[in-house]
């Protein structure tokens, strides 16, 4: 199974509104990403999560707070964004450490984003 | 600082064509390049990993090289078909990037593929 799981798959939110993007793998992935994609644009890394640590945040603003709870789930909460913050926000995961650098990133079907 | 450039943009190719797509990156110290494919609105489907070490990698009708002195990578797609019709998406991984994973993409080449 090499499947990354995304939800909701579209989501429309006011400026004012709390909501939170779920992501989930069962590949034993000890990394778990997320990106924002623009149209027409590659993803854009946001954070990186390195055995339910974060190792990167890509200097994105406090309005987005990423969770990792275990080793299978990422969540990203979403709390005052503004309407440039519409996207598709793709999650991936992949392994670590492996020799060589062989590890492959999956990456899941995405959460279509509408800020109103 | 590493920077990802596809060359075309865009292609446009009658079905049953050969063809290649261009990636270059600034920075040879790298674990490896990636090739992904991605379908509107849709996420990223992982082609063809090809590590720092290896010359070329193979699955199916599609065949991508790595020559990282010269900091280029290629996708050749053998017989395109419609359904090859998508953006394709190259990506390093930096040495510096640790066990993070992260990937630095290129702006991708989106194909299509005519009947």
């Known amino acids: 199974d090499t499947e990354v799981t995304q939800t909701p798959k579209h989501l429309v939110m006011g400026m004012t509104n709390k909501k939170s993007l779920k992501c989930e793998q069962h590949?034993?992935?000890?990394?778990m990403y997320w990106y924002k994609q623009k149209a027409k644009k590659p993803p854009e890394l946001m954070f990186v999560?390195?055995?339910?640590?974060?190792?990167i945040n890509e200097s994105v603003p406090s309005r987005f707070s990423p969770e990792c709870p275990n080793s299978s789930l990422l969540n990203l909460h979403l709390h005052a964004l503004q309407p440039e913050d519409s996207a598709l926000y793709l999650c991936?995961?992949?392994?670590?450490?492996?020799?060589?650098?062989?590890?492959?990133?999956?990456f899941g079907p995405g959460t279509r984003l509408l800020v109103l | 600082k590493q920077e990802v450039t596809q060359i075309p943009a865009a292609l446009s190719v009658p079905e049953g064509e050969n063809l290649v797509l261009n990636c270059s990156f600034t920075?040879?110290?790298?674990?490896?390049l990636q090739w992904f494919r991605q379908d509107p609105g849709k996420g990223l489907t992982s082609l063809l990993l090809?590590?720092?070490?290896?010359r070329e990698q193979t699955s199916g009708r599609l065949n991508a090289s790595l020559d990282k002195s010269s900091g280029r990578s290629t996708l050749y797609i053998a017989a395109s078909q419609p359904g090859d019709s998508a953006t394709y998406l190259c990506?390093?991984?930096?040495?510096?990037?640790?066990?993070?994973?992260?990937?630095?993409f290129g702006q991708g080449t989106t194909l299509q593929v005519k009947p």
């Open positions: 920075d040879s110290a790298i674990y490896n």
């Open positions: 990506a390093v991984r930096p040495l510096g990037s640790g066990n993070t994973g992260k990937l630095i």
């Open positions: 991936a995961s992949s392994q670590v450490g492996l020799a060589g650098g062989r590890e492959t990133q999956y």
């Open positions: 590949m034993g992935h000890r990394a």
């Open positions: 090809i590590q720092s070490s290896q």
């Open positions: 999560y390195s055995y339910e640590k974060l190792s």
